[in-house]
């Protein structure tokens, strides 16, 4: 399989999702320019249907489907954001849809599947992280013939993504450097095509969280290796790194960085505190990784993706306590 997506494909996508999608607002942080000394602008994609930016790539995807593949139902695996698109889709297409998530998907993100779906979706809690739920997804696709939506590994659902990135540098056509969160690839391989089309000299950075470092030792590597991962405020940020995605992310992606576990709450309590936003540890992890000087912005203008609100209050007091400092 080979995913090579280009900035036609975005545009089509982009036409497609026009009055099904948010146009997420674009906002210049004050406290984040200051800090950095840079211009700072975030998208606020934690204020999209479903909180999450998931949502286009799979409406996307769903809406490809043939008249079969709607008879025969689909199947997906999902961290808890990709679910709840392709069960808002399924629910408007009257499609069958089994949907597989880890046990580490919070209680909120299976509470808005369920309620999304609207009887159209059988929700299954798989192993504790993303790579169980998605094995356990392709061995029922190919055992009951449901057609397998991947949340990263797709045309349609990359091309999606990549709406958010057109958006963007529609919005803020000069941008120099973008911070995008990373997990299998999908978002930061449509939002750096759609970017670097635009403005072909941005810097494009992806962001993870350090209890999952699957994109740092591939980076390393060169090559996606196994790895192990642990329980993290980025829920959202679960599962291996892409083999598929990962040559062309190479090509398109100035670098990645990590951050920490306190590092991530420090960005959820500061967006609430400094922005009065409910942002998941997923969505924070850009605003983390300039707090913590772990990207240099250097004069340049910004951009921070900011992916993803769903988050329990619980979750977010206890960050707020764990960043332990006013902001």
């Known amino acids: 399989m080979k995913i090579s997506p280009g900035i036609t494909d975005i545009l089509m996508a982009a036409r497609f999702l026009e009055g099904r999608v948010r146009r997420t607002p674009v906002e210049r942080s004050g406290p984040l320019s200051d800090i950095s000394g840079s211009d700072v602008l975030l998208k606020w994609e934690n204020l999209q249907t479903c909180g999450s930016f998931k949502l286009r790539g799979a409406l996307n995807k769903m809406y490809s489907l043939n008249d079969d593949e709607k008879r025969r139902g689909v199947i997906t695996a999902s961290s808890g954001n990709h679910a709840q698109g392709v069960a808002m889709a399924a629910q408007l297409l009257g499609v069958r849809a089994v949907i597989c998530v880890p046990g580490s ?15 159209m979706v059988d929700l299954k809690v798989i192993g504790r992280f993303y790579d169980e739920a998605e094995a356990e997804a392709k061995k029922i696709s190919g055992q009951e013939g449901l057609v397998y939506i991947s949340a990263y590994e797709d045309h349609h659902v990359v091309c999606g993504q990549g709406t958010l990135g057109l958006e963007f540098l529609l919005d803020v056509p000069d941008l120099d450097l973008l911070i995008v969160p990373i997990s299998g690839g999908g978002l930061i391989t449509g939002v750096a095509t759609a970017a670097r089309a635009l403005r072909p000299g941005i810097e494009v950075i992806g962001v993870h969280a350090s209890t999952n470092p699957s994109w740092k030792a591939a980076w390393t590597e060169g090559s996606v290796v196994p790895v192990e991962e642990s329980d993290s405020y980025a829920d959202a940020l679960s599962g291996a790194a892409s083999s598929v995605l990962f040559p062309l992310i190479r090509s398109l992606v100035s670098g990645v960085v990590d951050v920490s ?62 960043a332990g400092e006013r902001f």
């Open 105 to 119: 998907c919070p209680g909120t993100k299976r509470d808005a599947i369920i309620s999304r779906g609207a009887g």
């Open 261 to 322: 576990e306190r590092e991530i709450a420090r960005g959820i309590a500061f967006l609430h505190s400094r922005h009065h936003q409910v942002v998941e540890g997923a969505g924070a992890v850009g605003v983390a990784s300039l707090l913590a000087g772990k990207v240099k912005c250097n004069g340049k203008r910004t951009g921070i993706v900011i992916s993803g609100g769903n988050i329990g209050d619980q979750t977010v007091l206890k960050a707020i306590e764990e």
